[in-house]
């Protein structure tokens, strides 16, 4: 018998189970899109435009469950500070019961920045059809978008999100560090309850302290969301609070989204912004509609935003559209 034979093999089996054991994955998708569109305030000739984005994520399991995954989205519409082309990066570790914990390198979002607005809609929010500035004679007229109040973020992100520890109710918490751009930290929190079939009751509040001082925001918001059948509505209210009343914003939103069919969905979504620095409040409105065919997605929608950044001139009142063709790999 040859002892030191069935030693090496022995050896080698265990390593082999081992190394399988402790064995990651790692996976690769993608998307791009094609999209066309314009507004009646535009000047900007070619209205095409394309994205491209694959993202990279590589996962493993601890021996004590917890699971650890790292992603990475590579856009080239995304350049970062040194010129690489990488965005939206993170590791997330998830603690197998006790929710998970997210660092995002880059293109976190803070909990109460997450929710600033989810109304239903078929394609786009209510503001973001159009640009974000006008463009009438090859030069902006220096009135800026309004869109939904929002919470601080960054670069280096902590987040955490409850999972599955109450059933039906769901609590995100997320820290923004102080930092370029960031004079003092932030701190958010998000609760949502899904507990009756098909309402969404959700509740946020957030710090937004970039300014830092008494240039510090305290935000709030709350919404309600209810699918019965193909039919889904919504409504919203958000608030921000500033030592300066002058920066004391309200946001008000609402939509509606019908399923015609398992690939077609049509929506209309409406919101108001009443900045506290502006006597006349800005309205939005979007009209769309989604319909899948396999991997591939039409998107289309027609937006009209009245009174611009608050601004009662008729320049600041626009019509857009977007057609927008979208792949998933």
């Not at 030069?139 to 601080?152: H, L």
């Not at 937006?303 to 608050?310: L, Q, T």
Request: glycine share 14%.
């Amino acid at each position: 018998m040859n002892i030191k034979k069935i030693g090496l093999t022995a050896l080698a089996g265990s390593l082999v189970a081992v190394s399988a054991a402790n064995a990651g994955s790692l996976s690769a998708s993608g998307a791009a899109s094609i999209t066309f569109s314009g507004n009646d305030k535009g000047t900007g000739g070619n209205g095409f435009s394309m994205s491209d984005t694959v993202t990279f994520s590589g996962s493993g399991e601890m021996d004590n469950g917890m699971t650890v995954t790292a992603s990475f989205e590579l856009d080239n519409n995304a350049v970062g500070g040194s010129g690489e082309y990488m965005d939206s990066r993170s590791i997330a570790i998830d603690t197998n019961g006790m929710g998970t914990i997210t660092f995002a390198g880059h293109g976190g979002s803070g909990a109460f920045g997450a929710v600033d607005d989810v109304m239903p809609t078929a394609y786009g929010e209510s503001f973001d059809i159009l640009g974000t500035t006008n463009d009438t004679t090859g030069a902006t007229t220096g009135t800026s978008i309004f869109n939904a109040i929002g919470s601080a973020s960054s670069n280096n992100m902590i987040t955490y999100s409850s999972g599955d520890l109450v059933d039906g109710l769901a609590i995100n918490l997320s820290y923004t560090p102080s930092g370029t751009g960031e004079v003092e930290s932030s701190v958010d929190m998000a609760v949502a309850y899904t507990g009756v079939d098909g309402l969404t009751l959700g509740y946020a509040v957030g710090e937004n302290n970039a300014g830092g001082g008494t240039n510090n925001l305290d935000l709030t918001t709350f919404y309600v969301k209810y699918a019965y059948g193909p039919v889904t509505v919504g409504y919203q209210e958000s608030e921000q609070d500033a030592t300066n009343a002058t920066n004391d914003d309200d946001f008000e939103s609402m939509g509606i989204t019908y399923q015609v069919s398992d690939d077609l969905t049509i929506g209309y979504t409406e919101s108001s912004y009443n900045d506290g620095n502006q006597a006349t409040d800005q309205e939005n409105s979007n009209v769309s509609a989604s319909y899948t065919m396999g991997s591939m997605t039409l998107n289309v929608a027609m937006a009209e935003e009245k009174n611009r950044g608050g601004s009662t001139l008729a320049v600041d009142d626009v019509k857009g559209y977007a057609i927008n063709l979208a792949f998933a790999f």
